[in-house]
């Protein structure tokens, strides 16, 4: 593991964006860090981005169609070449979390076979892997790279958690802290963005029961 490549998928959260921008730091020295950000049908983010010579920012990626945070991320996991955090746009990284991820992974898993999930420390109840740093020897387990089953729309991680398990390649870094601003616990935090997500919700979560119903494991069961 050389690189890691950080990736955000972002809709109408300029604010959001900038306060999840401004947490990430790390000091792992022979490491270097690519940020991809994806503006989901949101060109007027990806212009700010684009003029706003941010020295972080590796790439911005417009999709002219909304499209979901799956869809978003898929695009980029297809082409990294080298192991993976996949973040959102309403979080931060506290401080050493992203060095203690890369630890974590070094030591767990030496081959890039894994993943470490990232602790979320500010309340409410999520996925080991909702926010997770992804080795590239476990991401090539996947079809074409894309990470997430390509039917959901917002709630995919649960099979990242389900094949991590399944193998013995998951491990949660309760160092690798961040905090999560979801309106479950911060009702301030409620945007358009969390409205959507949550009518998608209906239509994943009945992905998810049909598909455990039938044992499938995105990246295991099926090629």
Known sequence: MKNINIIIPTRNRWEKLQRCLRSISFETPDITMNLTIVCDGDRETALKLMLS?????????????????????????????????????????????????????????????????FNVVNGGKFSPTAFALV??????????????????????????????????????????????????KFREERDETHDVARINHVRDREITQERRSKSLIWGDSEK
């Open 53 to 117: 010579n941010n020295d972080l920012i590796t790439q911005v990626v417009y999709v002219k169609r909304h499209s979901g945070s799956v869809y978003c991320r898929n695009l980029v996991t297809q082409t990294v070449e080298d192991a993976l955090i996949y973040a959102t746009d309403d979080m931060e990284f506290l401080e050493g979390s992203i060095d203690a991820a890369i630890n974590s992974m070094r030591e767990h898993f030496p081959d890039d076979d894994g993943v470490i999930g």
């Open 135 to 184: 080795g590239q020897k476990f991401l090539k387990r996947y079809p074409n790279r894309k990470l997430f089953y390509p039917e959901y729309s917002h709630f995919s991680c649960q099979e990242i958690n389900y094949l991590g398990d399944k193998l013995g390649k998951l491990h949660l870094e309760v160092e690798a802290k961040i905090n999560h601003y979801h309106p479950s």
